[in-house]
């Protein structure tokens, strides 16, 4: 908005520049897009008194060193049967909690940001990395829709993103992810390769000694 006093720039109602790092073809890093990242802990402790945090095991036979549980519609889960998107949480037997409404948002309007308007994820999977845990190189293809991206939010203690190709072979880069910050990753690279290296010990103000991370998709 022009204010009278022509200081327009100072006072305008655009959105705030977002320190943004492109890692691929429809992959971006938005730098501590989320703001209200105490919030979000807050919530996620909430969500964890309902569905509680849980090591799953793969199909392998071998038992993540992450811990997870999901809010929304749907949440992804792995056995011995392999893994998948499920209604109820197999540990509670009940639905999982709801996605909170500042999640909704907050996945919204980075999706559209990356240039993926109309992203309405009903699945959020809840990561939750203590010292040593790490996630292999993957790939996410157990949602229905590749046609839309997927939302990473990072919380707490910092960790190194492996970002590789679309075959494993290739050597991944590697990206630091703090509090706040937030990766969308679709179009040409949502099948990219990706994971995070065994997470550093320390302290953090907001979840003490671990990192929380939101990943939401359009899966059903
Ligand atoms: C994590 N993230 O950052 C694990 N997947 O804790 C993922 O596996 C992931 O960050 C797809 C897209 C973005 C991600
Ligand atoms: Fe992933």
Same mark, same amino acid.
């Given at each position: +908005?022009?204010?009278?006093? *022509? +200081? ?17 073809? *429809? ?5 501590r ?11 996620i402790?909430? @969500? &964890?008194?309902?569905? %509680?945090?849980?090591?799953l095991?793969? !199909?392998? $036979?071998?038992? +993540?060193?992450? &811990?997870?549980?999901? /809010?929304?519609?749907? *949440?992804?889960?792995?056995?011995r ?8 949480? %197999? ?15 907050? &996945? ?12 309405? %994820?009903?699945? /959020? ?23 839309? !991206? @997927? ?6 203690? !910092? ?13 991944p880069r ?11 990753? *679709? ?7 990706h ?6 010990? $320390?302290?953090? %103000?907001?979840?003490g000694?671990?990192?929380?991370n939101?990943?939401?998709?359009? &899966?059903l």
């Amino acid at each position: +908005m022009q204010s009278e006093t *022509g +200081m327009g720039d100072l006072f305008s109602e655009v959105t705030p520049e977002v320190e943004t790092e492109k890692l691929a073809d *429809g992959a971006f890093l938005f730098r501590r897009f989320a703001e209200s990242a105490a919030s979000l802990v807050e919530l996620i402790w909430q @969500i &964890a008194q309902v569905s %509680p945090f849980r090591h799953l095991v793969t !199909p392998g $036979g071998y038992r +993540m060193s992450v &811990a997870m549980t999901n /809010c929304g519609l749907a *949440g992804w889960t792995s056995d011995r049967q392999g893994y998948r998107y499920a209604k109820v949480d %197999p540990e509670t037997g009940a639905a999982w909690p709801p996605m909170p409404l500042e999640f909704q948002r907050l &996945a919204e309007t980075a999706a559209e940001r990356a240039g993926f308007p109309g992203f309405r %994820p009903e699945c /959020c999977l809840i990561n939750r990395y203590e010292p040593g845990a790490k996630l292999s190189l993957h790939q996410d293809r157990d949602e229905k829709h590749y046609e839309f !991206p @997927i939302v990473s939010v990072s919380l707490g203690l !910092p960790a190194k993103f492996l970002f590789g190709g679309l075959v494993r072979s290739e050597r991944p880069r590697r990206f630091r992810l703090e509090n706040g910050d937030v990766v969308v990753w *679709g179009g040409p690279s949502r099948l990219a390769f990706h994971g995070v290296d065994t997470l550093a010990d $320390g302290e953090h %103000p907001l979840t003490g000694r671990c990192r929380l991370n939101l990943t939401f998709r359009k &899966a059903l």
